[in-house]
């Protein structure tokens, strides 16, 4: 059986190579200032710091890290997308999304850790874009005539931007928006362009914001013309079960048609910004709170325990054994990070947290040399066999170089380092706003032009404490604000060993005061076990922003044959199987999960692996044995509450993202059935 997902030529590769500092250089920090909307754009509700204002510390750092040594920092050196003859290098291989999405991730890893060797590859890529912009200001390789690649390259280039200062990328894309505008009713958008134009929006309104070049609004409204309307989608949400390749008219080989694009889960993911993003040029209040009915019907027909929606290719019901593509997770949460600075809601930042501490991790292993297409929230098998998604291959749950199709092994690289962009905002009056929590620290300037310093020192998720240590150059006056999750009811904070008053569940503490070197703020947010309800009435147990899972046995075993394009080494593809029975239901209060024990443990180097995950739930449970397998996957789950004769066993649950094979919803058990 293998617990810990890491050939020992990894391990050691790991070692041999040492870590990066823990304190990059100064030169290494961000060469541009946070910019604000500028007018008429709306206001941010909070503002976004460049890249490198934030940096990962703790475990953060040590995943970022990890990430470095895995798959993002040699794919490069193996996989030919991304490789020499990209045609985003000059040569003639891959020439669409493939290399724009491996630097949209590479970027900010090689710049937040300061990784000389991954800066030098970052560079390469964006010095072809720089140095072959066309005379008509296209930008890319000359046979992709798509305008979709492009976006994904325009966000790479506005990170590096923040953090080099280099003066060429304003020009470029200041030529290259004049092109898209002149160009953009001859050509306008079509497929998957039309379905992602926030993806082009969001640089649009970064290049506004420095230039106050009117035109770029009126490629934005060209943009909002051509492309879907998202807003009417989900307020006339149509797919409100699961959706097949037959309803939909998906077809081998052919193109989409539009009802397939509109089920897609990337193309929802990435929706989930479009219309916060358009309301800072509409200035319509529906636009900006649109987000919220989309999260609303997406969690009702579609939702999963990770804090996803199921979507393997296109929706897939409430079903927990239905997935969700990798691509879809690290596009939620761009989309979330986008939507929380235009509104300002703790609310999304919560699913943030839930998303990125839970359904992220999860889809990896735990050296991040493999990962899957999909992953299940009741994943009991990982293997090469056909299974009941919505449109996928019998390879889309295999954890491997490129299981089913090869989009999610370029974009995966983004999730890690833009969750720590997102960590810390600007308020609009120049305070600074905890929006997510996690090891790092901030620096910044601050109300009065002061440059403060914020350390957070924590362990969270897997802990309920935050303490910062805030020092200013000098002695000043601004707001710190501090979300409070919903969950945290209890939450308390203090300021130098003073309690803070107005603690509210579900939003922001706000302190204002004059803070001085060495002041000191601690939070903290107790994890009290906590029950939640999904399909057919199951139970799922959460603490804090995490969602556990029941531990199984995990045999690893390398996938030599079968696949339709074998990984070239040093890519594995791997099957999985339990070595531990899967069909359990718990025996738990429905409403207070009394009784469920939690044991703290150590932080290890690998957390989200099943054996150093650093807490544990201990519940009882029963095995429910008409619960089966169904062509590869955990059968129907059986309505709760559901009868079992079982005797009563302990079970353990660790956090959802360590566990690569998982029951996460589980049957609730009828006490009165039987059980000793």
Same mark, same amino acid.
């Given at each position: ?20 500092? $823990? ?70 291989? $891959? ?20 990784? $000389? ?9 964006? $010095? ?13 390789? =000359? ?285 609009? !009056? ?98 009290? =076990? ?117 005797? !009563? ?20 058990? !009828? ?6």
């Amino acid at each position: 059986m293998r617990t810990l997902i890491l050939p020992v030529v990894i391990i050691t590769g790991l070692i041999a190579q040492g870590s990066p500092p $823990e304190r990059p250089a100064a030169a290494d920090r961000p060469r541009s200032a946070p910019t604000f909307n500028r007018q008429p754009l709306r206001a941010e509700a909070l503002v976004p710091l460049p890249l490198g204002a934030v940096r990962p510390t703790g475990w953060l750092r040590r995943q970022l890290q990890i990430q470095a040594a895995g798959l993002t920092g040699h794919l490069d050196e193996f996989w030919p997308d991304v490789g020499k003859n990209s045609g985003w290098l000059g040569g003639t291989g $891959e020439s669409w999304e493939r290399g724009p999405y491996f630097v949209d991730g590479l970027v900010p890893l090689a710049y937040l850790l300061g990784d $000389e060797r991954l800066i030098a590859k970052a560079r390469t890529w964006v $010095e072809w874009t720089l140095t072959h912009q066309g005379g008509d200001g296209r930008i890319g390789p =000359p046979k992709n005539t798509d305008w979709w690649p492009n976006m994904v390259m325009l966000k790479a280039l506005t990170q590096y931007q923040e953090v080099t200062g280099d003066p060429r990328v304003i020009p470029l894309m200041q030529r290259y928006f004049a092109y898209h505008l002149a160009n953009g009713r001859k050509r306008p958008l079509h497929e998957w362009a039309s379905y992602r134009w926030a993806d082009e929006l969001v640089s649009v309104i970064w290049l506004y914001s420095r230039t106050g070049d009117a035109s770029l609004l009126d490629l934005a409204r060209l943009l909002h013309e051509q492309g879907t309307d998202w807003k009417r989608h989900f307020a006339e949400f149509p797919f409100k079960e699961k959706t097949t390749s037959e309803q939909l008219g998906v077809k081998p080989g052919s193109k989409l048609p539009d009802r397939a694009m509109l089920a897609h889960g990337v193309n929802n993911a990435m929706a989930l910004k479009t219309n916060a993003l358009w309301s800072f040029v509409s200035g319509d209040p529906t636009d900006r709170n649109a987000i919220h009915r989309a999260l609303d019907v997406l969690d009702r027909y579609h939702g999963q325990p990770n804090g996803m929606f199921s979507a393997d290719e296109h929706y897939a019901g409430p079903d927990p054994s239905q997935g969700v593509e990798l691509c879809a997770v690290v596009e939620a949460l761009f989309s979330l990070q986008h939507a929380i600075r235009v509104t300002g809601d703790a609310a999304l930042a919560d699913r943030v947290e839930r998303i990125a501490f839970n359904a992220l991790p999860a889809t990896f292993s735990a050296d991040m040399w493999s990962h899957q297409y999909d992953q299940q929230p009741n994943q009991v098998m990982c293997t090469l066999a056909k299974r009941a998604w919505s449109s996928n291959g019998p390879e889309a749950n295999l954890f491997g170089l490129e299981p089913n199709f090869g989009c999610c092994t370029a974009n995966l690289h983004q999730g890690w380092p833009k969750l720590v962009q997102s960590l810390w905002m600007l308020t609009p !009056d120049r305070g600074l706003a905890a929006v997510t929590y996690a090891p790092s620290e901030v620096r910044a300037v601050v109300a009065g032009d002061v440059a403060v310093t914020i350390t957070e020192d924590t362990e969270y998720p897997f802990r309920d404490t935050v303490r910062m240590k805030v020092s200013p150059a000098a002695p000043v006056s601004f707001p710190l604000l501090l979300r409070i999750p919903a969950w945290a009811a209890n939450a308390s904070a203090q300021v130098n060993g003073q309690a803070v008053q107005g603690t509210r569940a579900g939003g922001f503490l706000r302190i204002d005061r004059r803070w001085t070197a060495g002041d000191e703020v601690a939070l903290t947010l107790p994890m009290t =076990p906590r029950p939640s309800t999904w399909y057919r009435d199951s139970v799922a147990l959460e603490r804090g922003p995490l969602v556990f899972s029941l531990r199984l046995g995990e045999d690893w075993k390398k996938l030599r044959q079968g696949m339709k394009k074998p990984a070239p080494p040093p890519g594995v593809d791997w099957e999985v199987r339990p070595t531990t029975p899967w069909n359990y239901g718990l025996v738990v209060d429905p409403s207070t999960a009394a009784g469920v024990k939690v044991r703290e443990l150590p932080i290890g180097d690998f957390p989200f692996s099943p054996m150093g995950a650093p807490v544990e739930l201990t519940v009882t449970g029963r095995r429910v044995p008409e619960w089966t397998l169904v062509d590869g996957s955990a059968g129907p789950l059986p309505q709760s509450p559901a009868a079992s004769s079982s005797p !009563d066993e302990s079970l353990t649950l660790i956090p959802y993202g360590s566990a690569k094979l998982r029951v996460t919803a589980f049957p609730r058990i !009828d006490a009165s059935t039987g059980g000793k």
